[in-house]
Nanobody
Framework: QVHLVESGGGAVQSGGSLRLSCAAS????????LTWWRQAPGQEREGVAA???????RYADSVKGRFTISRDGSKNTLYLQMDNLKPEDTAMYYC??????????????????????WGQGTQVTVSS
């Protein structure tokens, strides 16, 4: 079993920054596809960013140039650095993991059903 715990959410003003963390424990592997998703009230959950074990990254168009996904292997922790935040970034943010997959699929950010392991989420609120 894999356990994911997000942290780092909060309330910031437009233009501000936050760094989200997702700590993984349990039966994790060094071959992975790790992702961040978000869900605003009344909206579908959408993929934000992905990172795989060969260093490939993918971003939703809405966050390109503002968000950066990274991982610290020594801590088994995934990060999402969010800069120049906008009110439309307000959502609950979740991390999700898929192991024993060397690279994320091309359209991974639209394939929520691929992921069996999810965290409980951390709230990000951006005010104008």
């Amino acid at each position: 079993q894999v356990h994911l715990v997000e942290s780092g959410g909060g309330a910031v003003q437009s233009g501000g920054s936050l760094r989200l963390s997702c700590a993984a424990s349990g039966y994790t592997y060094s071959i992975y596809c790790l992702t961040w998703w978000r869900q605003a009230p009344g909206q579908e959950r959408e993929g934000v960013a992905a990172l795989d074990s060969v260093g490939g990254t993918r971003y939703a168009d809405s966050v390109k140039g503002r968000f950066t996904i990274s991982r610290d292997g020594s801590k088994n922790t995934l990060y999402l650095q969010m800069d120049n935040l906008k009110p439309e970034d307000t959502a609950m943010y979740y991390c999700a993991a898929r192991y024993l997959e060397r690279e994320c699929k091309t359209h991974v950010l639209t394939e929520r059903g691929l992921f069996a392991y999810w965290g409980q989420g951390t709230q990000v609120t951006v005010s104008s």
